[in-house]
């Protein structure tokens, strides 16, 4: 039964694309220039992080478009992988200057059995105005049974990629992650930088990767994404360049953003940093309306007795109402705590379904 429910609230979920999915339409981001779908297609047909590297910058793929400095030539984009023995944070990053990079999109993958594997790809939020998760999914026919007839409809679930190559080869025995050695003008003899085309012939060369892509709103691969966060590069420059658009979107979007930092003193004398972020969307869908929050809070401090700790809670949850009434709530948390001699960590998921309220 909880599986049912689980199904219904991703179907319901699935259809809200224009609050999470990438436009078609112009939105002024660097992030209309950059096909986070067609990356995992690449991706997807790569032997390895390097292969994969070189077909994200090689022009007749289409899907990287990008421009960050402005300079009338492409920018290079290097693929660099953290993570560890189950998990993987592929990080494709624009060589922007000398000193500058920004992370464009991170893969994040994890191992979750002996033959089972499952990714997404995050687009940064700096490049498209807020984190736009992406991931594979295939369709399945459902039988219902009515009283006077049987219905079939189909559901979209999630993907075991572990027999994609690239992925078979990041965890394979002797892997060392990969790191591009690739920089700000010096790169690969192969490559030579094109001229950015324009959007709307960018969008009509691109190949309809989106196809079996989608958008989701929760976070799945929560332990990559917690080694990958650590770790993001942000431009100063870009941001700056685009924080206007940034702003326009977002106002359009109706995504509200929240940060607050206060300091806090013990009764003992410890003293902590808590940092909260929250992120809120709002949007109407052909299915209905939903409502997408997230919330984060750091919390870094020291004890009487000098021993450091770091906290942090991830949360994100869904609320969303079906043209027909139906209810689903979806939401997911996660915990972790590290100190000088202790390290923990706790995941929770919650689905809630209910039926149009009678009247």
Known sequence: MKNIIWLTAICVLFSFESLHGQNQDETGLPGDHFSLEGALELFKSSDSPEDFEKKLNTEKNYVNNLDLNDDGEIDYVRVVDRGDEQTHALVLQAVVSKSDAQDVAVIEIEKTSDAEAILQ??????????????????????????????????????????????VRFMYRPGY????????????????????????????????????????????????????????RTASVSVKKRYSSNVATYRAKKGIVQT????????PRGGKAVVQKQSTTVAGKGPAGKAAVKKSKTDVRGKKANGDTFKASRKKSEVRAKGSGGQRVKASKSTRRVKS???????????VTKKSPRKN
């Open 176 to 231: 060392v992650s990969w790191v591009s050695p690739w920089r700000w003008r010096h790169y690969p003899r192969w490559w030579k930088p094109w001229r950015p085309h324009p959007f709307h012939r960018y969008i009509s060369l691109r190949p309809h990767y989106h196809i079996h892509y989608h958008p989701v709103a929760l976070h799945r691969v929560g332990n990559a994404h917690r080694h990958y966060v650590g770790h």
């Open 259 to 266: 940060k607050k930092t206060t300091v806090v003193s013990g």
């Open 121 to 166: 790809i995050i687009g940064d939020e700096d490049i498209y105005g807020e984190e736009i998760i992406i991931e594979p999914f295939e369709e399945e026919s459902v039988e219902s049974k009515g009283p006077a007839a049987q219905n079939f409809s189909s559901l979209r679930i999630q993907v075991n990629v572990w027999l994609w190559p690239s």
């Open 340 to 350: 000088n001699n202790a390290k923990s960590s706790t995941s929770k998921k919650k």
